[in-house]
Nanobody
């Protein structure tokens, strides 16, 4: 059974940093895109960033470019989201997700596997 488990969420002041981790188990994710999405209360889930299998390609939402970085450690089957210069509008539940293939999709419907989410709250 495939499982994605996020960790690292919490409460941080505006301007601070957090690093989220997502550990994958149940299969090898060779050839999979790993991505991050977020959902704020009353909002639709939105794309944050994603990374290719080899780590050579990434894509980010405009709202987080220059502040967030996605990376992965394939030996550990883990993907990370480093979040710097956090803003109150970054407050949301953050989800990691996985999809097979080389295309870095930005729509959640393209991702097959999902974690349970971790809450990030940024205070002003």
């Amino acid at each position: 059974q495939v499982q994605l488990v996020e960790s690292g969420g919490g409460l941080v002041q505006a301007g601070g940093s957090l690093r989220l981790s997502c550990a994958a188990s149940g299969r090898t994710f060779s050839g999979y895109i790993l991505g991050w999405f977020r959902q704020a209360p009353g909002e639709e889930r939105e794309f944050v960033g994603a990374i290719s299998w080899g780590g050579g390609r990434t894509d980010y939402a405009d709202s987080v470019k220059g502040r967030f970085t996605v990376s992965r450690d394939n030996a550990k089957n883990t993907v990370y989201l480093q979040m710097n210069s956090l803003k109150p509008e970054d407050t949301a539940v953050y989800y990691c997700a996985a999809r097979e293939g080389a295309f870095i999709a930005t729509k959640d419907a393209w991702f097959r596997y999902w974690g349970q989410g971790t809450q990030v709250t940024v205070s002003s």
